[in-house]
């Protein structure tokens, strides 16, 4: 949204209504004269004209005493030499505003009782900070701004709404756009009546339209732009809605190319263009936004065309608009690199380093960075520094100074990296989060490919250290983040009713998310809807707030949440002990894959090519097929055979001999492989394939204990949570009853409707052995619903066994289904007896382990950069360090045997991942010939620690026996000590 289309809305209110001071004739002469120029909008034909009459109406302004009308010229001098580009009068117009605010505040207070000719300076003043790139600054004014309009008895409805506006395009502009809605709603809110009224409305659909946009939510977009154009009176079109309407078109014409429908974006495009003066300084924006729509069709020639046309405009404020400058520079920049021309790319980049940080030698040394203790985190920086590293590495493969280009490109991805970290910390919402890391994960692939052409010339140890920072940079940051979060609440001795507060404001948000869901789903009054998403955004704005006051209040929080974690290989080695960690990382064309044990690491780029998919693919397909006939064909026998042996030789039996044999493996997947149980690979493929034997396969299950992370970060940081062995283990299980009159139980769901849940036979019995076998609780049939499992936050052992549900449209609507007594409506289970992922986000466990003996607990939609959304997911997010969890739809009878056999050899002593691997064989060796698929015994996986959660009884005994033994001769040493004392 452009900030310069609202602006005069402010005046149109002030000179029409008048001030609320009496004044004599020369006022109001004054007023009327001013008001007539403000309605006219002759201001926006001719700037020359318009500086030499605004300068009239100040210098008889302040002559007469008349500082709130002089505070309303100088606000219009500075909005119009902004709109026509210069930049110069701007500043001196905001520099003497903000004299007159400082030395004329108490004249002010009975001249501007609404505030509103206040409010106009204020806002101008945050433009200039903002357009001379001190975001910091223009972001107080327009919070301060704020905070003096609510101190306002009556403040001037159009006069907030235009505050609100500015913050929302601030916020806008940095890509900061998970705080724009909420002020979105507050301008709603704030549209006053008269006549006016319709365009302030307009307005408001438009910033909404443009949210939605940034948001990718292209639909809801064109539904909100398309809703404001029928505001317009085509009768009745100026100039000021002239404007309107070209931001609209380009808006439009973005949306249409984002829903890749190329030829419509042009014909707005062409709409806009054709409402506009080729001299009119508005037509950089139409320039910029076609540059854009070329851009994304794949036409860099024409995309670069448009930029340059927009850059030849914004360059005629020669000490202004730095950041204006940078940003079309990158995307020039960034034109440049798709077309091949990498040295011009690198040359552009660098002109808009010399106009950030008015330092030349930028032009003079190509390879020259800004320091990192400078700069500003922001999209337009992290665009710059991705795209000059990309050149340089695209460069150095054709060979111009190969190592050098090389050495370059790497230390400029790395700054890339520490930017986007800054950046990704300034976003205080994990939906946004996950939007920005999908859309720089291109970035770490290519870096991964810099490391590996500088590793084949050197083979050096610090570029595979390098290369393994990249692989963990790229994958569950948000995960990480909210991990980091929690531990530093927990660890920073924040006050108990500060974590009570912080926890009411959680669950409040997630009880509001459901409600809006609810009420989309089921077509509530628009009004309802309206007040329901105005308070969700508002106690999310209230909740950012206060942890902002969290972070300045208690210092160690700030360092805990934010510190530098370790994640180099020297580092991690101390966690993996005698095993080796293999992280991978899964672009389009390669899979990357670091591997290292105490003493060594290895580093391989791997093709991902057709026959790589092909077979994960059919490896994925006999997995979760439901066809058990299938399974035992032939056909289908060979083919998981080849199948199995061939991953293994792709991904890890170069790695597997190159380091020291162990039989420990510890698993971090990316991509299309979380879907992967890699204990089902075959590193011998049987010469003959006549019987079908699946049980007697050469898997990994029967030579390596495998487990699995998210992250090596995450193995670093959930150690300082790992369990106890010998400590006191409380457990509590859940076994939802869904039959039904013996049949199937109806359970309404959000976002999906009724689903219909099979009553599951031995989940009861899984739950209540458990609960004997751990001495803990079992809640099974009715007694097993929400309510109790929330209460069940510090058990030792959260076990689940029961249906759930995947959505993998909207992820936060997966959940977990329980039981409920009865109602008016018998069978049927509402929304409120389904535990959703945002819930679980919230649960703050304090469990070691979570047993999610349920279908797909692992499983979920896969977004690029943070892996799958799983159930399993939001266990971990929400504290619980340990994690059993499925990958597919899972055979009731056989998890539960399973399920049953990791209990006993839990409860032995022996290590999670130990437990579930010799449940794995104790059930493959013991079952029936038909249940030895894989898909019946490889569904569950293992994530976390390899701490055992109780001590083996042979142990328990034998420091028992050491503590006796060691008191007895304590005692035998001080009987002797008072015998020889007695013969003195």
């Given amino acids: 949204m452009k900030k310069k289309y609202v602006l005069f809305l402010v005046f149109i209110f002030l000179f029409n209504t008048g001030f609320s001071t009496p004044s004599g004739d020369q006022r109001i002469s004054i007023e009327t004269s001013f008001n007539e120029f403000v309605t006219s909008g002759s201001y926006y034909q001719n700037y020359d004209k318009a500086r030499s009459y605004l300068s009239k109406i100040i210098e008889r302004s302040e002559r007469a005493g008349y500082w709130d009308i002089s505070l309303g010229a100088l606000s219009l001098l500075a909005y119009v030499a902004e709109m026509d580009l210069h930049y110069e009068v701007m500043k001196e117009a905001v520099e003497k505003g903000q004299r007159i605010l400082l030395a004329k505040s108490a004249i002010l207070d009975s001249l501007d009782p609404n505030y509103a000719a206040r409010a106009d300076m204020l806002i101008m003043i945050g433009m200039y900070y903002i357009k001379n790139s001190e975001l910091e600054k223009g972001s107080g004014v327009f919070q301060s701004l704020i905070q003096q309009l609510n101190a306002v008895r009556m403040p001037d409805k159009e006069t907030v709404f235009n505050s609100y506006a500015y913050i929302a395009d601030l916020y806008m502009n940095l890509g900061l756009y998970e705080k724009v809605y909420t002020y979105c709603l507050l301008m709603e809110k704030s549209i006053p009546d008269g006549r006016n009224h319709n365009l302030f409305s307009y307005l408001h659909l438009q910033y909404l339209g443009t949210y939605f946009y940034q948001k990718k939510d292209y639909p809801l977009a064109k539904f909100y732009l398309t809703a404001a154009l029928k505001k317009v009176d085509p009768g009745t079109i100026t100039n000021e809605w002239k404007n309107y309407i070209i931001a609209n078109y380009d808006i439009l014409a973005l949306i249409y190319q984002g829903l890749n429908r190329h030829d419509s974006a042009l014909v707005y495009l062409k709409r806009s263009l054709a409402l506009q003066h080729p001299d009119n300084p508005r037509i950089r924006e139409t320039y910029e936004n076609y540059g854009d729509c070329l851009f994304k069709s794949g036409d860099f020639t024409g995309a670069l065309l448009y930029y340059r046309k927009?850059?030849?405009?914004?360059?005629?404020?020669?000490?202004?608009?730095?950041?204006?400058?940078?940003?079309?520079?990158?995307?020039?920049?960034?034109?440049?690199?798709?077309?091949?021309?990498?040295?011009?790319?690198?040359?552009?980049?660098?002109?808009?380093?010399?106009?950030?940080?008015?330092?030349?030698?930028?032009?003079?040394?190509?390879?020259?960075?800004?320091?990192?203790?400078?700069?500003?985190?922001?999209?337009?920086?992290?665009?710059?520094?991705?795209?000059?590293?990309?050149?340089?590495?695209?460069?150095?493969?054709?060979?111009?100074?190969?190592?050098?280009?090389?050495?370059?490109?790497?230390?400029?991805?790395?700054?890339?990296?520490?930017?986007?970290?800054?950046?990704?910390?300034?976003?205080?919402?994990?939906?946004?989060?996950?939007?920005?890391?999908?859309?720089?994960?291109?970035?770490?692939?290519?870096?991964?490919?810099?490391?590996?052409?500088?590793?084949?010339?050197?083979?050096?140890?610090?570029?595979?250290?390098?290369?393994?920072?990249?692989?963990?940079?790229?994958?569950?940051?948000?995960?990480?983040?909210?991990?980091?979060a929690n531990h530093a609440r927990k660890f920073s001795n924040i006050p108990d009713s500060l974590v009570a507060t912080e926890n009411k404001y959680k669950t409040t948000i997630v009880q509001l998310e459901n409600m809006l869901y609810n009420l989309k789903f089921n077509d509530a009054d628009p009004q309802l809807l309206k007040k329901c998403e105005y308070e969700c955004a508002k106690t999310q704005n209230e909740y950012e707030e206060f942890l902002k006051g969290l972070e300045q209040g208690y210092p160690r929080y700030f360092h805990l949440k934010y510190g530098n974690e370790e994640s180099g290989i020297q580092y991690i080695r101390r966690y993996i002990k005698q095993g080796i960690l293999i992280e991978f990382m899964v672009g389009e064309n390669t899979i990357a894959l670091v591997a290292f044990n105490e003493q060594k690491s290895v580093f391989k780029l791997l093709p991902r090519n057709a026959a790589f998919d092909s077979h994960l693919n059919g490896l994925l397909h006999d997995l979760g097929s439901s066809d058990a006939e299938d399974r035992f064909s032939r056909n289908s026998y060979k083919r998981f055979v080849n199948d199995a042996g061939s991953m293994y030789s792709i991904l890890l039996r170069q790695s597997l001999d190159a380091l020291e044999r162990t039989n420990e493996l510890i698993?971090?997947?990316?991509?299309?492989?979380?879907?992967?149980?890699?204990?089902?690979?075959?590193?011998?493929?049987?010469?003959?394939?006549?019987?079908?034997?699946?049980?007697?396969?050469?898997?990994?299950?029967?030579?390596?204990?495998?487990?699995?992370?998210?992250?090596?970060?995450?193995?670093?940081?959930?150690?300082?949570?790992?369990?106890?062995?010998?400590?006191?283990?409380?457990?509590?299980?859940?076994?939802?009853?869904?039959?039904?009159?013996?049949?199937?139980?109806?359970?309404?769901?959000?976002?999906?409707?009724?689903?219909?849940?099979?009553?599951?036979?031995?989940?009861?019995?899984?739950?209540?052995?458990?609960?004997?076998?751990?001495?803990?609780?079992?809640?099974?049939?009715?007694?097993?619903?929400?309510?109790?499992?929330?209460?069940?936050?510090?058990?030792?052992?959260?076990?689940?066994?029961?249906?759930?549900?995947?959505?993998?449209?909207?992820?936060?609507?997966?959940?977990?289904?329980?039981?409920?007594?009865?109602?008016?409506?018998?069978?049927?289970?509402?929304?409120?007896?389904?535990?959703?992922?945002?819930?679980?986000?919230?649960?703050?466990?304090?469990?070691?382990?979570?047993?999610?003996?349920?279908?797909?607990?692992?499983?979920?939609?896969?977004?690029?950069?943070?892996?799958?959304?799983?159930?399993?997911?939001?266990?971990?997010?929400?504290?619980?360090?340990?994690?059993?969890?499925?990958?597919?739809?899972?055979?009731?009878?056989?998890?539960?045997?399973?399920?049953?056999?990791?209990?006993?050899?839990?409860?032995?002593?022996?290590?999670?991942?130990?437990?579930?691997?010799?449940?794995?064989?104790?059930?493959?060796?013991?079952?029936?010939?038909?249940?030895?698929?894989?898909?019946?015994?490889?569904?569950?996986?293992?994530?976390?620690?390899?701490?055992?959660?109780?001590?083996?009884?042979?142990?328990?005994?034998?420091?028992?026996?050491?503590?006796?033994?060691?008191?007895?001769?304590?005692?035998?040493?001080?009987?002797?000590?008072?015998?020889?004392?007695?013969r003195f």
């Fill in 310 to 484: 927009t850059y030849a405009i914004i360059d005629k404020g020669k000490f202004f608009n730095a950041y204006k400058k940078a940003q079309i520079l990158s995307k020039i920049g960034e034109s440049c690199y798709h077309q091949g021309n990498y040295t011009e790319a690198l040359k552009t980049i660098q002109q808009a380093f010399v106009i950030l940080y008015k330092d030349s030698s930028f032009v003079r040394n190509p390879a020259k960075n800004p320091e990192i203790s400078i700069i500003q985190a922001d999209k337009v920086l992290i665009r710059l520094l991705i795209v000059k590293s990309s050149a340089l590495l695209e460069l150095a493969g054709k060979g111009y100074n190969k190592e050098s280009q090389l050495r370059e490109s790497l230390s400029t991805f790395r700054m890339a990296t520490m930017v986007i970290d800054k950046f990704r910390h300034m976003i205080s919402t994990d939906d946004f989060k996950e939007y920005f890391v999908t859309d720089i994960r291109g970035m770490y692939e290519r870096a991964i490919t810099a490391c590996y052409s500088a590793y084949e010339i050197s083979r050096n140890d610090s570029i595979v250290n390098l290369a393994f920072y990249f692989m963990e940079k790229s994958k569950n940051q948000v995960l990480l983040d909210a991990i980091k």
């Fill in 667 to 982: 698993i971090i997947p990316d991509g299309i492989l979380c879907f992967l149980p890699f204990d089902i690979l075959i590193d011998q493929v049987p010469v003959k394939l006549d019987a079908l034997d699946y049980r007697n396969l050469s898997y990994l299950l029967r030579k390596y204990i495998i487990r699995y992370e998210y992250s090596a970060g995450l193995l670093v940081e959930q150690n300082a949570l790992k369990s106890r062995a010998g400590s006191k283990s409380t457990y509590l299980g859940f076994a939802p009853g869904y039959d039904q009159n013996k049949g199937f139980r109806k359970v309404e769901v959000l976002g999906r409707g009724s689903e219909f849940l099979m009553p599951l036979k031995f989940s009861n019995d899984e739950i209540e052995n458990a609960a004997a076998l751990f001495r803990g609780k079992a809640f099974t049939g009715e007694t097993a619903n929400v309510q109790q499992f929330k209460e069940a936050v510090s058990a030792s052992i959260i076990h689940f066994a029961g249906h759930t549900i995947i959505n993998d449209s909207i992820p936060e609507l997966s959940g977990m289904f329980f039981s409920t007594p009865d109602r008016k409506m018998p069978g049927i289970i509402s929304e409120e007896d389904v535990l959703y992922l945002n819930e679980i986000f919230n649960l703050n466990l304090n469990s070691n382990l979570a047993i999610l003996s349920a279908c797909e607990t692992g499983s979920g939609k896969l977004l690029k950069g943070e892996g799958l959304m799983s159930i399993g997911r939001a266990f971990k997010y929400a504290g619980c360090p340990n994690l059993i969890m499925s990958l597919w739809k899972i055979n009731d009878r056989s998890a539960s045997e399973i399920i049953n056999r990791f209990c006993r050899n839990l409860k032995k002593g022996q290590r999670t991942d130990v437990a579930l691997r010799n449940a794995k064989i104790d059930f493959l060796n013991n079952t029936e010939i038909g249940n030895a698929h894989p898909y019946y015994w490889s569904a569950f996986v293992m994530i976390g620690n390899s701490e055992p959660l109780f001590r083996k009884r042979h142990t328990t005994l034998v420091i028992s026996g050491l503590i006796a033994l060691a008191i007895s001769m304590l005692l035998w040493y001080w009987k002797r000590r008072r015998i020889q004392a007695s």
